[in-house]
Structures are given as structure tokens and as C-alpha cells.
DNA sequence: AGGTGCATGTAAATAGTTACATGATTAA
DNA sequence: TTAATCATGTAACTATTTACATGCACCT
């Protein structure tokens, strides 16, 4: 799913402008999608090239002026042909857990910072999640997703919790 | 954590050649690192350069010749420094989720074949983490990323079997 | 006085994958 | 005979992040 795929999906749920985009996509998809400004405002004008979307400039008062795009009928055709065709990977990269192969290479301090950092981490995200799980106008796909996320990092947190008394005694030589 | 720094680490587990890295990180790392030939002899080449590993070439009667890598005093120096310092983010970049986002959007076929792909390539990650895991040289730090995998991978197959009769019959029009 | 949020965009840097090139051996 | 395994490497391409540029309003 490149960024162009990304924008298709998120106006998908609504009209939005770029801005709007990257805030949403943070909020709901955050715990498994990723962008950022300098991907999403080329993506954005290239579709608008393609008629895959449309852009209507809206003029605020007292904030700048926005870009808001809506997907056409053309749009949302490209879009579903890409949901069926693509290729649906499931990428982990995981620093933390590479870091922590060579627990015996660190210093406590910073095997539990570490530990500590990434259970915060998978908390904030839960919190979000779950606040989008409570919404009541959430299609089946959106709440699988959801639900899915927050499964897993349960799981995971959960896992860092009964084995931190583990990997601090038996890791941090040095 | 840049292939360098994962050649540095997958070499203080012992000598390897780059085709044995790749063949090592995909057996162990595999469920949250991924390498390609591409970015690891490049990344080896420059390391040498560094002084951070050495090189002996090893010629075999019947396979091609290959060049074997070992940690120098310095290459441990020098993982152990980026261990201490670098970030630890744990990234998922699911174009699964994604789709799975749409599931209204998709045939019953595509949406049952998707769900079912994501389930067979867990449990092969979760066969490959499992025979890892019984090795019983493993140090403690490689035991929690192997638990790690194990824990969330569980996770993540035992909510599709339960919740793919709800996206199922959610999903699908059209 | 300074930080945060709103809002769009570009350019350079970074990093990585894919495809290509080569070639012997072995198992189905 | 066809594919897979072993083995190294380069070049082109793809994608994305980061940093920069701009500027007003609002809150502390």
C-alpha cells in the first residue's frame, strides 16, 4: 500500500484535506500504518492530476486555508481494484527486539529504560485504539482491524510484564 | 537499526559469510527483521573498510568460494555503542489491517483468501520461532525476542479464527 | 516570550528492494 | 530438464523520512 493507496482509503470515510489525513490516519490506523507531510501532499496532488480525487479550496476565518479532497466515482473504482489485487504483507520491524537480543551487552539501566519505553508505547496506542473501538458507526473491516491491534498489544505487553524479571537477571552483565 | 548494525550483531553469534546472515536473520530474526542481499554485501564491504569486521576467503572443493566475516575488537566496540544509544521503535506496516479496513469494499473470496494467507504465514513464523526456542544454547535476551514472537504471533491467529465468521458475514457485499 | 496547533508544500538525504549478472552442483 | 541451493556482487529504481520554508492565532 504506497501513500496514494493510503489517501484513496482515508477519504474513503469522508472528505478531508491533507492535514486532516495524516491526523486521522494517526488516530485510527497508527498502531499499523504510518506517513508523514511529505509523502501525503505529492500523493494528494497526483490523484487530483488523475481525477481519482477532487479538490475544493475551503477559506477559514481565523485558520489557514484548507484543501479538502473528495474521492470520485473514479476513485473509489481505483480504490477497490487496488484492495483486491495487492499483495497484503504484514511487516514487523522491531528495533526493540533486536536491541534485545544482546541484553547481555547492555547495562541494566538501559535494558529497563528500553523495556519501560516500549510498554508505554504499546499503552498509548491501546488507549487510542480502544477509544476507536468504542465508536458505534465503525464498519465490521475497521473494528476487525481494531480489534486486531489491540489483541496483539495486549499480548505483548503482557509477554514484556512476566518476562522484564527474566531478561533484567539474565541479561546485563557489564 | 541500519544492516550494518544488524551484520555487526548477527556476526557476534560467530563467523558467517553475508549468504549465511541473510540465511541466519531469516531463520531467527525473520518474524521482525527482514534483509535482502542487496543492502547486506554492500553493508559488509563497508565494514571491513571500517576495520569493524575481517575478511578470510574460504575455498570450497565443491561449492563457490565464500568470504568469511568475524567481529573485530573494534566491530564489538562498535555494537555495543549502537546498542546502548539507538532508538528502539517496534514498527507494523500491515497492508493486511488495511484491506482488511475495507472489508465491505471486497468479494467474500478475496477477503476469506486474505485471511487465510495472514494465518498460514504466522504459523509458519511461529514454527520457525518454536524450533528456535528449543535450542538450549540461547542466550536470555534471544529467548525473550523468540517468547516475543511466539507470544504476539499466538495472539494474532487465535483473533482471526474467532473473529473471521464476523468479518465474513459483515464484509462482502457486493 | 515562547510553545503548540493549524495548514501546505519542496528538496535533499536516506534506505532499501528488485532485477540483473554469473556459474557450478544436486535433487526431483 | 528443471528447479533449488550455494555464493557474491552491482545498478537502477522506489519510497519515505527529515529538514526547511512560511505564517497566523491562541494559550500560558
Chains 1, 2 share one sequence.
Not at 479538502?68 to 522491531?94: F, I, Q
Not at 523495556?115 to 458507526?137: A, I, M, P, S
Request: proline share 2%; with cysteine.
Amino acid at each position: 500500500v504506497d501513500t496514494k493507496t493510503l489517501c484513496l482509503g482515508a477519504l474513503s470515510f469522508g472528505d478531508a484535506s491533507g492535514y486532516e489525513i495524516k491526523k486521522q490516519v494517526e488516530g485510527s490506523f497508527g498502531h499499523f500504518l504510518a506517513v508523514s507531510y511529505g509523502s501525503i501532499y505529492p500523493a494528494l496532488n497526483e490523484l487530483c492530476g488523475q481525477g481519482l480525487i477532487a479538490c475544493t479550496v475551503v477559506s477559514q476565518d481565523v485558520r489557514p486555508d484548507k484543501k479538502v479532497y473528495r474521492l470520485t466515482d473514479a476513485g473509489r473504482s481505483k480504490l477497490r481494484e487496488e484492495l483486491m489485487g495487492c499483495r497484503t504483507t504484514h511487516k514487523v520491524r522491531s528495533e526493540f527486539l533486536f536491541v534485545l537480543c544482546f541484553a547481555a551487552m547492555l547495562t541494566p539501566e538501559r535494558l529497563l529504560s528500553v523495556l519501560d519505553g516500549q510498554v508505554e508505547e504499546f499503552e498509548r496506542n491501546l488507549r487510542l485504539v480502544q477509544l476507536w473501538l468504542k465508536r458505534d458507526d465503525l464498519s465490521t473491516g475497521a473494528r476487525f482491524a481494531a480489534g486486531f491491534g489491540d489483541a496483539v498489544m495486549r499480548a505483548a505487553v503482557e509477554f514484556i510484564r512476566t518476562n522484564k524479571g527474566m531478561v533484567l537477571a539474565g541479561g546485563g552483565a557489564q
